[in-house]
């Protein structure tokens, strides 16, 4: 009985310390979670700021979104009504090309009809030239007879003349010759004399018959007609010092040329104008100014009379002037990119053209239209007119030399470098050329060999793509513009150069030319100043 009987006291402090352990292990789990309930009411809070500034971006966000819808709607309106204003204009485009193709297809048919009025005007032309040939033939026979029966009718016919006023007195010297003279039959014994071409009658008719001369159509003049040029040079003088330097144009000189009698100079740049200067005792006087040129002017050149003057341009064109004409007389266009270069051809009524668009062109001035065209590929710095053929200078390093009648190379030759200017002799014997690799050549025309004579001197520097360089008259000297400001004067006998002559340019030298009568050398330059040298 003692064994099984519980003690009450051991149970209770038992149950009383479990009791208290729980109650400690939950108030620590009460404090743990007191904590933890602190942690997530700031966690709380701080979402709750999170999601206030969302929810005023929201607000703003929504605001922004209903701008930009007002924005939409207005650029919806609007591109509506540029479709609406498009499709106006489409319809009015459509008319308006519809009015176009109209009008091209009358005036292809008025170029066609063009075209046959031009050839019946050239047939009618022709028809009349060769009526008024035919007509001038029988005139000029018609005279000739009546020419030669007239001198016939002098030669056999007696005339009566008056020893006293048909021969000056001869002085006697014996009482004979004295007797001689007072005889009436000895004083009428010149009783015949022959007609001759020193007759005024027969020389007034030959005067009319061969003293007129049959004008056409065309664009000279007859004072031009009858101007010459003015002698021929035997030898040239090396210029050794500068007569005077003169601001010639407005900005840089491109081009500068001698008129065929050394008196007149012709100046070109890029203000667009040529200015003609007088040249006496050595200095440069003003003379006129030719307008009319939309671009800069890149290549002057005179006729054989020194009364026109031609003209490349920048704006795709070549000019023509007289010499007294402010305004161009003929304006030839048809390139696509500037003229370099323009020259007068061996025709008097044609000239040749180089452009950058790789064409050379020969021109008729009375009809102010292109004869001939040659495509060459190549930009054309260059053009020389030869008595049969005309030779052209290109960018890709090659002398071209053209037959005018079969429009055809017939001779390709070599160079060292991008030709920037070609010059032919005054004889037509040597071919001058300038080369970007600093170098002048020379060669021979009539064998066109292979050969050249090449000539270089230290500081010589060929400025750029269109440095000119020239031959003196007489074929004896070369000269040329240098980067430096100093010109360049070679021997062609000798190969060596001649002199340097520096000091007036203060920048590069574009061209220069020697006057036909070998007396001047005028060089010009980007610094505006045009310098006359000579040995006076």
């Avoid at 919806?76 to 204009?89: K, P, S, T, W």
């Avoid at 060769?130 to 001038?136: E, L, S, T």
């Avoid at 040129?293 to 009364?307: A, E, K, P």
Wanted: hydrophobic share 35%; aromatic share 6%; net charge positive.
């Amino acid at each position: 009985m003692g064994g099984s009987i519980r003690n009450p006291s051991s149970d209770g402090s038992g149950s009383i310390s479990h009791l208290l352990h729980r109650n400690d292990q939950l108030k620590k789990s009460m404090g743990e979670l007191a904590y933890q309930v602190v942690e997530l009411q700031q966690e709380v809070k701080v979402k709750d700021c999170v999601l206030e500034q969302q929810r005023v971006r929201l607000s703003e966000e929504e605001r922004g979104r209903a701008g930009l819808f007002e924005i939409r709607q207005e650029l919806q309106g609007r591109v509506e009504q540029v479709q609406e204003d498009n499709r106006a204009l489409k319809i009015e485009y459509d008319a308006l090309l519809e009015r176009l193709r109209g009008v091209e297809a009358k005036h292809r048919l008025e170029k066609v009809k063009e075209g046959h009025l031009l050839e019946d005007m050239i047939q009618l032309k022709r028809q009349a030239a060769a009526h008024m040939n035919n007509r001038n033939e029988r005139r000029s026979r018609a005279r000739e007879a009546k020419l030669q029966r007239e001198a016939q009718a002098a030669a056999g016919s007696k005339v009566a003349v008056d020893s006293s006023s048909s021969a000056p007195a001869s002085r006697c010297t014996s009482p004979k010759e004295n007797s001689c003279s007072n005889s009436p039959e000895k004083g009428r014994a010149r009783l015949f004399r022959s007609a001759s071409v020193s007759s005024p009658r027969i020389f007034t008719s030959m005067k009319e018959l061969f003293g007129r001369k049959r004008r056409g159509y065309s664009v000279c003049s007859l004072e031009e007609e009858l101007m010459c040029p003015s002698g021929i040079c035997l030898s040239a003088r090396v210029p050794a010092r500068a007569l005077q330097v003169l601001e010639a144009h407005e900005q840089d000189i491109n081009a500068v040329r001698f008129s065929s009698s050394s008196d007149l100079l012709a100046t070109g740049g890029t203000d667009r104008v040529i200015k003609l200067w007088n040249v006496r005792e050595g200095s440069l006087t003003h003379r006129a100014t030719l307008d009319g040129s939309r671009g800069g002017i890149t290549c002057i050149d005179f006729n054989s009379t020194g009364w026109r003057i031609l003209a490349a341009s920048y704006d795709n064109s070549a000019l023509l002037w007289q010499r007294d004409e402010s305004i161009p007389k003929v304006t030839l266009t048809g390139h696509s990119r500037k003229v370099t270069a323009a020259r007068f051809s061996s025709s008097p009524h044609q000239v040749l053209t180089g452009s950058a668009d790789g064409t050379i062109r020969l021109w008729d001035l009375n009809r102010a239209a292109c004869v001939q065209e040659v495509k060459v590929g190549s930009y054309c710095s260059d053009v020389v007119c030869s008595h049969t053929c005309i030779i052209s200078g290109h960018y890709d390093c090659k002398i071209r030399v053209w037959d005018t009648r079969m429009v055809s190379c017939v001779e390709e030759l070599p160079a060292q470098g991008k030709i920037t200017s070609l010059d032919i002799s005054c004889d037509h014997r040597q071919l001058l050329s300038c080369c970007r690799d600093d170098s002048l050549q020379l060669m021979e025309l009539r064998e066109w060999s292979k050969v050249r004579t090449c000539f270089r001197a230290e500081g010589f520097k060929c400025f750029s793509d269109c440095t000119k360089a020239v031959i003196s008259p007489d074929g004896g000297f070369l000269t040329a513009g240098s980067a430096d400001g100093a010109v360049y004067i070679w021997n062609v006998s000798t190969g060596n150069l001649e002199t340097r002559l520096p000091d007036k340019h203060s920048s590069p030298i574009s061209a220069v030319s020697w006057s036909p009568s070998g007396e001047y050398v005028v060089s010009v330059g980007k610094n505006r100043l045009a310098v006359l040298w000579s040995d006076i």
